[in-house]
């Protein structure tokens, strides 16, 4: 996929002044009601579930692997800015072995490992997907678009999880780089969307997602369309990587997805993130969110579709 992506942009050049080629393209989520999704505070706190991790790292290794995407977002420079986001992420050890997905303002970061199911399990049963690697769950209030909860679950049940930079020969077919993986994962829980589209998502009641807009207004084209963009391609909020080397490239955001979070939270003098107000919870958390129009939106498509290409390919 990224042999592709970079044969494409040289056609481009080779035909067609670089100036015709979009200047942005992140998507930013929106809800059922057409409202973009934002943290009302982009001070962002993940509780990572390292109580009993995979084998395949030990606990501090996946702690630092996914502090260090939270970094990629944090403080990120654009054009020599030094700093032009008050995104601050922060990834936190807790030593539960798992945890609920839930509008329960915990943001969660959990490996499933003993099967590839969402806790609590819907009413129906079903697990998910066996093929999707990752899947986050983001909670936002359905007229504003105020994101009140994320939660990312990452499946260690099918697949394996290391660090290919540092081994790459401890890869193999269903072994995925971490880090990579959850700085994509991480680009959800701040409101961002994929920058192609993947027909057929949908929202949790059913209803189909609609083609969304890129930054610039323009319609995002499809993931299977030929010949998209490298501003596309190349960005850690694209769809799909085919192999695990191109899934560390996921690690180092694209200039587009440092834009999309300097626009959607720009940096501000003095901003310092205080420590959260605890919102009432206990039985209270789910209702208010229903209440208030609150909905959910999984993002299964994405790592999906990584897994499938990845096995096309090899
Ligand atoms: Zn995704």
């Not at 199911?117 to 697990?127: I, N, Q």
């Not at 030929?226 to 501003?231: R, S, T």
């Not at 997805?257 to 901003?271: E, H, L």
Request: hydrophobic fraction near 40%.
């Amino acid at each position: 996929m990224r042999t592709r992506a970079t044969v494409v942009m040289t056609a481009v050049v080779a035909g067609l002044p670089a100036l015709s080629l979009p200047a942005a393209a992140y998507v930013r989520t929106t809800t059922e009601a057409g409202a973009a999704t934002a943290w009302k505070t982009p001070c962002v706190t993940m509780e990572f579930s390292l109580g009993a991790p995979p084998p395949e790292m030990d606990a501090a290794g996946y702690l630092s692997a996914a502090q260090a995407a939270g970094e990629a977002w944090s403080r990120a420079s654009l054009d020599g800015v030094d700093r032009c986001t008050n995104v601050i992420f922060t990834v936190e050890q807790v030593e539960d072995v798992a945890g609920p997905v839930g509008m329960d303002y915990h943001n969660r970061l959990i490996f499933r490992q003993n099967g590839w199911c969402r806790d609590p399990l819907p009413k129906d049963g079903s697990c998910y997907d066996s093929s999707a690697l990752a899947i986050t769950s983001v909670f936002q209030l359905k007229n504003s678009g105020e994101i009140l909860d994320a939660d990312l679950e990452v499946n260690a049940t099918d697949f394996t999880w290391g660090d290919y930079a540092s081994h790459p020969e401890q890869f193999g077919y269903n072994t995925n780089d971490f880090l990579g993986a959850v700085t994509h994962e991480f680009g959800h829980v701040i409101g961002l969307d994929h920058t192609c589209f993947s027909p057929g998502k949908t929202f949790v009641d059913g209803t189909l997602v609609p083609r969304p807009v890129d930054n610039s207004g323009n319609p995002v084209p499809d993931c299977s369309a030929p010949n998209l963009p490298a501003i596309i391609t190349d960005a850690t909020m694209y769809v799909s990587v085919a192999t695990p080397r191109a899934e560390v490239e996921l690690r180092s955001l694209s200039p587009d997805d440092v834009q999309a979070a300097c626009d959607i939270y720009p940096f501000t003098t003095n901003f310092v993130c205080q420590p959260p107000s605890t919102p009432a919870t206990g039985g209270g958390g789910c209702s208010y969110a229903v209440q208030r129009g609150g909905g959910a939106i999984a993002c299964a498509l994405a790592l999906l579709t990584m897994a499938m290409v990845g096995r096309r390919r090899r």
